[in-house]
C-alpha cells in the first residue's frame, strides 16, 4: 500500500538548519507529485508548494520562498524539506503528502514532523 | 491567488443531525476542490475530490457538491467519530489553497 514515512521530531535553536525526509513505498516514486503542507500549533493547513518527482521542479507557494528548499534523492524514493535560518515561528507540524490519481489534491499523507525552534 | 473561504469556523450539532459545511472560492476553480478531514492529534485525511467524488473507504454520510465558486460539505447524519476540523482545499491551480477549518462538535 502506499505509504509516506517522515523522519522524526527536531528541536533546533534560531538560526540552524533542519532537514525533513519523507521516504515513499508502494507505488512508481516519480508518477507522481510530492507536497508539502505546514501547521502551526492550533492552526490550520498551509500549502507550502511541490516538487515534481520526475524532474526534480520544485515550486514554492508565498512566504515559503527563500529558507525553505524542496529535494529529492529518487534513488531511495525519498523527497525532502530542507529550512534554513530557522525562526520560532517556523515551529510546526511537516507533512509530505502525495498526490491524486485524477488530480492534484493530497492524496496520501505522511505521519507529519514536529519541528521545534526554541533556544 | 484564489482563496477559499469556509463557513461557519465552527458548528456544534447533535447526533444524528445534518451537518453542512460550505466553501467559497475567490474565483471559479471548477470542481476542482478536495475535502479533508483531521481528528484531533491526527494526520488530515483526504474524504472527497472533484468537489464530489467520495475517496475510497470514506462513509457514504459525506457528500459533496457545488462547482465553479461553490462548494459544500454535508455529512448526513452526524456520529461521535465525526468531531473533527474540515478543509476545504483548492487544486485547479498553484498555490493550492486550504479554507480556514470548520471545527465540528457534538
Not at chain 1, 502551526?40 to 527563500?66: D, K, R, S, V
Not at chain 2, 474565483?27 to 475517496?55: D, F, H, M
Given at each position: 500500500?502506499?505509504?509516506?514515512?517522515q523522519?522524526?521530531s527536531?528541536l533546533?535553536?534560531?538560526g540552524?538548519?533542519?532537514?525533513?525526509?519523507?521516504?515513499a513505498?508502494?507505488?512508481?516514486?516519480?508518477?507522481?507529485a510530492?507536497?508539502?503542507?505546514r501547521q502551526?500549533?492550533?492552526?490550520?493547513l498551509?500549502?507550502?508548494?511541490?516538487?515534481?518527482?520526475?524532474?526534480?521542479t520544485?515550486?514554492?507557494?508565498?512566504?515559503?520562498?527563500?529558507?525553505f528548499?524542496?529535494?529529492l534523492?529518487?534513488?531511495?524514493?525519498?523527497?525532502?524539506l530542507?529550512?534554513?535560518?530557522?525562526?520560532a515561528?517556523?515551529?510546526?507540524?511537516?507533512?509530505?503528502?502525495r498526490?491524486?490519481?485524477?488530480g492534484?489534491?493530497l492524496?496520501a499523507?505522511?505521519?507529519g514532523?514536529?519541528?521545534?525552534?526554541?533556544? | 491567488?484564489?482563496?477559499?473561504t469556509?463557513?461557519?469556523?465552527?458548528l456544534?450539532?447533535?447526533?444524528?443531525?445534518?451537518v453542512t459545511?460550505?466553501?467559497r472560492?475567490?474565483?471559479?476553480?471548477?470542481?476542482?476542490?478536495?475535502w479533508y478531514?483531521?481528528?484531533?492529534?491526527?494526520?488530515?485525511?483526504?474524504l472527497?475530490?472533484?468537489?464530489?467524488t467520495?475517496q475510497s473507504?470514506?462513509s457514504?454520510?459525506?457528500?459533496?457538491?457545488?462547482s465553479?465558486?461553490?462548494f459544500?460539505l454535508?455529512?448526513s447524519?452526524l456520529?461521535?467519530?465525526?468531531?473533527?476540523t474540515?478543509?476545504?482545499?483548492?487544486?485547479?491551480?498553484?498555490p493550492?489553497t486550504f479554507?480556514?477549518g470548520?471545527?465540528?462538535?457534538i
Amino acid at each position: 500500500q502506499v505509504q509516506l514515512v517522515q523522519s522524526g521530531s527536531e528541536l533546533k535553536k534560531p538560526g540552524a538548519s533542519v532537514k525533513v525526509s519523507c521516504r515513499a513505498s508502494g507505488y512508481p516514486f516519480t508518477t507522481y507529485a510530492i507536497n508539502w503542507v505546514r501547521q502551526a500549533p492550533g492552526q490550520g493547513l498551509e500549502w507550502m508548494g511541490w516538487i515534481n518527482t520526475n524532474t526534480g521542479t520544485p515550486t514554492y507557494a508565498q512566504g515559503f520562498t527563500g529558507r525553505f528548499v524542496f529535494f529529492l534523492d529518487s534513488s531511495v524514493s525519498t523527497a525532502y524539506l530542507q529550512i534554513s535560518s530557522l525562526k520560532a515561528e517556523d515551529t510546526a507540524i511537516y507533512y509530505c503528502v502525495r498526490g491524486g490519481h485524477h488530480g492534484d489534491y493530497l492524496f496520501a499523507w505522511g505521519q507529519g514532523t514536529l519541528v521545534t525552534v526554541s533556544s | 491567488d484564489i482563496q477559499m473561504t469556509q463557513s461557519p469556523p465552527s458548528l456544534s450539532a447533535s447526533a444524528g443531525d445534518r451537518v453542512t459545511i460550505t466553501c467559497r472560492a475567490s474565483q471559479g476553480i471548477s470542481n476542482y476542490v478536495a475535502w479533508y478531514q483531521q481528528k484531533p492529534g491526527k494526520v488530515p485525511n483526504l474524504l472527497i475530490y472533484g468537489a464530489s467524488t467520495l475517496q475510497s473507504g470514506v462513509s457514504s454520510r459525506f457528500s459533496g457538491g457545488g462547482s465553479g465558486t461553490d462548494f459544500t460539505l454535508t455529512i448526513s447524519s452526524l456520529q461521535p467519530e465525526d468531531v473533527a476540523t474540515y478543509y476545504c482545499q483548492n487544486y485547479v491551480s498553484a498555490p493550492r489553497t486550504f479554507g480556514q477549518g470548520t471545527k465540528v462538535e457534538i
